[in-house]
T-cell receptor
């Protein structure tokens, strides 16, 4: 158990809908990262938050947004869903925020299926 | 943007064989991480490297931080069926992941 909790584990929704994925980081970790992994693909970095502020942005679509709350949990919002958004979405957390000397730990992921 | 290229893309080996894979980048990094991902699971951190030239072991796994700081290597000795999975390198500035090496071990 990595200490990072993601909910829900599975989500099935229709095209055009909006969903929210939730991540609780390890106790004491200030940084949260979100990744998308499509079938048999690598991990695509979406966005990073550090202590409530956006720190880095990757290939995140405009239809997607995220935030980190004062209690450090994070939510990833996906809207106007398309079939191609079906993927595993992972959250990771780290203590310091990726400034060079840090290790990140992953949750079990949320499997999103858009039908 | 930054890119981490891993090779080989996939490996099919017999149980007991040793495995070598590497990760290269066009940029210099201060830290290299190696992760393993099993099907349907999140990546799990195997080894972290913090210094150029550093060689670190974790059981049958050994990883090295290349002296140029642009590459890293992971070796698995005496492979077993539970080594199956995808191995990713990663760097800690934005936590970008490599393209992955898929390992299949046959008994």
């Amino acid at each position: 158990d990595s200490g990072v909790t993601q909910t829900p584990k599975h989500l099935i929704t229709a095209t055009g809908q909006r969903v929210t994925l939730r991540c609780s980081p390890r106790s004491g970790d200030l940084s949260v990262y979100w990744y998308q992994q499509s079938l048999d693909q690598g991990l695509q970095f979406l966005i990073q938050y550090y202590n409530g502020e956006e720190r880095a942005k990757g290939n995140i679509l405009e239809r997607f947004s995220a935030q980190q709350f004062p209690d450090l949990h994070s939510e990833l919002n996906l809207s106007s869903l398309e079939l191609g958004d079906s993927a595993l979405y992972f959250c990771a957390s780290s203590p310091t925020g990726g400034t060079g000397d840090t290790e990140a730990f992953f949750g079990q992921g949320t499997r999103l299926t858009v039908v | 943007g930054q890119q981490l290229n891993q090779s080989p893309q996939s490996m099919f080996i017999q149980e007991g064989e040793d495995v070598s894979m590497n990760c290269t980048s066009s940029s210099i990094f201060n830290t290299w991480l190696w992760y393993k991902q099993e099907p349907g699971e999140g990546p799990v951190l195997l080894i972290a490297l913090y210094k150029a030239g550093e060689l670190t072991s974790n059981g049958r796994l050994t990883a090295q931080f290349g002296i140029t700081r642009k590459d890293s290597f992971l070796n698995i000795s005496a492979s077993i069926p539970s080594d199956v999975g995808i191995y990713f390198c990663a760097q800690t500035d934005k936590l970008i992941f490599g393209t992955g090496t898929r390992l299949q071990v046959f008994p």
